[in-house]
């Protein structure tokens, strides 16, 4: 099942020319799961991979760069008469600040749904969970996220199982679900248990211990870099970190990937990557519109696809395509015999 980042808004507080405000597209199979949503989020989806009809949005606090864009996409969607529920999660208070932003999004053709979470409360999906955080922050109750996947069943000896009498076909899966078939057993035939993805999105915080437990061995860390090291005085000040607090963070909890973001508008980037990697190698430095994706551990590790690059493969497959019907047009029709 594919599993992937698409980064919306990667600025810290205030957009630039090149940066839109805070906000992740989590992509997992069909789920669609956004985190955060800071103004401007809509548009950001328009210009890229369209307005998606999102499942579910989850808010790390209440700081205005990481919630504004809500109303109006809440808005958009029912202009475009959306019928599909749509349930929004954040720390305590979420209801109130919705309550008040009602004035701005109206009356709503489809369910909205509000729950306030607790700290290291979970929500449980299909073959996932997603556990709020807490993290250090001047917003009180402030939250990171991480998705975490359920354990996946070892690879079957389809050889093995064969020699003890199991018929291949349904009785396969019923081994792999779990369950002894004419008395075999699984764990005969069944490969030790893999391990699930887990990703984990820091919102706003100052390096703090619940976040780097959480991260532990996760594929993906998407940790706030909002200053470059000479303004750590600062970071510590505004409870933000510095890239270095992110990376050494992230070696640390012996996390694969390390991605920055919420740059503060006087930094293009590569500095704090290049900090970064000083301590922790495995770091990106992603832009907007750009994707991280993320395979299960056994097909490599995750990988950052600038979307410059994505565009090419899309612009290149489309030429083939076309290619493709060009010739099939072309083709000459057989000849019926007589």
């Known amino acids: 099942m594919d599993l992937s980042l698409f980064f919306l808004g990667t600025a810290g507080s205030v957009p630039s020319a090149r940066r839109g405000?805070?906000?992740?597209?989590?992509?997992?199979?069909?789920?669609?799961?956004?985190?955060?949503c800071g103004e401007g989020t809509q548009r950001q989806l328009l210009r890229s991979v369209g307005l998606l009809d999102l499942d579910t949005i989850f808010i790390t606090h209440f700081h205005a760069d990481h919630w504004l864009g809500l109303p109006g996409m809440l808005k958009s969607?029912?202009?475009?008469?959306?019928?599909?529920?749509?349930?929004?999660?954040?720390?305590?208070?979420?209801?109130?600040?919705?309550?008040?932003?009602?004035?701005?999004?109206?009356?709503?053709?489809?369910?909205?749904?509000i729950e306030e979470l607790e700290p290291a409360e979970t929500v449980t999906r299909d073959g996932y969970l997603i556990?709020?955080?807490?993290?250090?922050?001047?917003?009180?109750?402030?939250?990171?996220y991480a998705l975490v996947e359920e354990p996946r069943p070892g690879h079957l000896d389809?050889?093995?199982?064969?020699?003890?009498?199991?018929?291949?076909?349904?009785?396969?899966?019923?081994?792999?679900?779990g369950e002894t078939v004419d008395g075999v057993k699984p764990e005969q035939v069944m490969g030790p248990t893999r391990e699930g993805r887990k990703v984990?999105?820091?919102?706003?915080?100052?390096?703090?211990?619940?976040?780097?437990?959480?991260?532990h061995q996760a594929d993906v860390l998407v940790h706030e870099a909002t200053f470059a090291e000479e303004e750590r005085e600062r970071a510590r000040l505004t409870l933000h970190s510095?890239?270095?607090?992110?990376?050494?963070?992230?070696r640390d909890a012996e996390v694969r990937l390390l991605a920055l973001t919420h740059v503060s508008a006087?930094?293009?980037?590569?500095?704090?990557?290049?900090?970064?990697?000083?301590?922790?190698?495995?770091?990106?430095?992603?832009?907007?519109?750009?994707?991280?994706?993320?395979?299960?551990?056994?097909?490599?590790?995750?990988?950052?696809?600038?979307?410059?690059?994505r565009q090419a493969r899309e612009r290149e497959r489309s030429d083939m395509d076309q290619q493709g019907q060009g010739q099939a047009s072309t083709s000459p029709e057989p000849v019926a015999s007589p």
Do not use: N
């Open 131 to 144: 556990a709020a955080v807490p993290v250090r922050h001047k917003s009180e109750g402030a939250f990171g």
């Open 200 to 215: 984990v999105i820091s919102g706003d915080t100052a390096p703090c211990e619940a976040l780097a437990l959480a991260a």
């Open 21 to 36: 405000l805070p906000a992740v597209l989590v992509r997992r199979g069909g789920d669609r799961l956004l985190f955060d």
């Open 77 to 113: 969607f029912a202009l475009r008469e959306r019928s599909e529920p749509l349930t929004v999660y954040g720390p305590r208070g979420l209801g109130e600040l919705m309550g008040v932003m009602r004035v701005i999004y109206g009356r709503l053709p489809y369910a909205l749904d």
């Open 266 to 309: 006087r930094y293009p980037g590569g500095e704090l990557r290049e900090e970064a990697r000083a301590v922790f190698a495995a770091t990106e430095a992603p832009r907007d519109f750009d994707t991280i994706e993320v395979p299960f551990s056994e097909r490599g590790p995750a990988t950052l696809l600038r979307w410059s690059e």
């Open 158 to 177: 389809a050889r093995l199982a064969a020699e003890l009498g199991v018929t291949p076909g349904p009785d396969f899966g019923r081994l792999q679900r």
């Open 242 to 250: 510095t890239a270095v607090q992110a990376a050494t963070l992230a």
